[in-house]
C-alpha cells in the first residue's frame, strides 16, 4: 500500500488497536463458550453460536459508527453475512469453528483474482487509507500507477496479503482436526492476529521505502516542467 505523500501518521501499522481486537477476539468468545457449555448445558454447536455473538454484535457496531460504505466496512458486513448464514445453516461444530477463516480464506482468494485486473485489490485499500477523500492525494495517489515499481509494488502486497488469508484458513482446518474447540477459539485470533501485524509491518516498511523514491520522483517531474 502506497502513498506518494509523506506522513508521519502512516509510518507505521496501528499494531496497538490490532493487538487489542485479537485480545478481545481470543478472550471474550472463549468466555462466552465456555458459560454457555457450563452454566447453559448447551451443546457443543450451541455453544459456538453463543461465542459468534460477540464478533458478530462487535463488526456490527463498528458498521453503525463508520456510517459510510468504506473497504473496512464491506468486510465487516460480509463476515456478518457468513456468521450468520453458518449459524442459520446448522451443520457440525467444526464447521461452525471454520466459519471466520472460510471468510478469510475468500478474502485471499479476491486478492489473487485481482491481480488480473488493472489494479489490484490492496492498491483500492492503500488509497483509500492513504489519501481518504481529499480529491489532491487521490489525484496523486492515482498518478503513481504510472511508475513501474508503485505498480510492482501494489501487485505484491496484494499477493503476500492473499497468502496470509489463505494460510489462515489452512492453519484453522488443521487446529480444528488436532484439537479441541475451547483452544481453537483461543489460537485462531492469535494466529491471524500475528499474520496480520506482520504482513501489514512489512507492508509499511517496503511501502514506505517506495513511496519516499516515487515522492522524489514527482518532485524531479516538478522541476523538469518548470
Same mark, same amino acid.
Request: net charge positive; charged share 15%.
Given at each position: 500500500?502506497?502513498?506518494?505523500? &509523506?506522513?508521519?501518521?502512516?509510518? *507505521? &501499522? ?6 487489542? =481486537?485479537?485480545? %478481545?477476539? !481470543?478472550?471474550? &468468545? ?8 457450563? $452454566? ?10 453463543? !461465542? ?15 456510517k459510510q460504505i468504506d473497504p473496512i466496512a464491506i468486510l465487516i458486513l460480509?463476515? #456478518? ?5 453458518? #449459524? ?5 461444530? *467444526?464447521? %461452525? ?8 480464506? !475468500? ?6 483474482? +485481482? %491481480? ?7 492498491? $483500492? ?29 501494489? *501487485?505484491?502486497? =496484494? ?9 489462515d484458513l489452512l492453519i484453522r482446518i488443521l487446529l480444528i482436526v488436532y484439537?479441541?474447540? +475451547? %483452544? ?16 501489514? =509491518?512489512?507492508?509499511?516498511? $517496503?511501502?514506505? *521505502? ?14 523538469? =516542467?518548470?
Open positions: 500500500m502506497l502513498h506518494p505523500e &509523506p506522513s508521519a501518521n502512516v509510518s *507505521r &501499522p496501528p499494531i496497538g488497536g490490532i493487538v487489542w =481486537t485479537v485480545a %478481545l477476539n !481470543a478472550v471474550v &468468545p472463549v468466555l462466552l463458550y465456555e458459560a454457555a457449555r457450563r $452454566y447453559g448445558s448447551f451443546s457443543e454447536f450451541a455453544a459456538l453460536a453463543v !461465542a459468534a455473538v460477540f464478533p458478530i454484535v462487535r463488526s456490527g457496531f463498528e458498521l453503525l459508527v463508520r460480509l463476515g #456478518i453475512g457468513a456468521d450468520c448464514v453458518s #449459524i442459520s445453516l446448522g451443520g457440525s461444530a *467444526r464447521l %461452525l469453528l471454520v466459519r471466520e477463516s472460510v471468510f478469510t480464506g !475468500a478474502f485471499g482468494l479476491a486478492c489473487f483474482v +485481482s %491481480l488480473l485486473l488493472p489494479r489490484p485489490m490492496m492498491f $483500492y485499500f492503500g488509497r483509500f487509507f492513504f489519501a481518504g477523500t481529499d480529491p489532491v492525494r487521490v489525484a496523486r495517489f492515482n498518478g503513481a500507477w504510472q511508475f513501474a515499481e508503485v505498480r510492482f509494488t501494489h *501487485r505484491l502486497i =496484494t499477493i503476500v496479503w492473499g497468502l496470509a488469508f489463505v494460510g484439537l479441541p474447540a +475451547s %483452544l481453537v477459539l483461543i489460537i485462531s485470533p492469535i494466529v491471524l492476529g500475528v499474520m496480520i501485524v506482520s504482513v501489514m =509491518t512489512w507492508a509499511f516498511a $517496503y511501502g514506505g *521505502r517506495v513511496r519516499a523514491r516515487t515522492m522524489k520522483r514527482f518532485e524531479e517531474l516538478g522541476s523538469a =516542467t518548470n
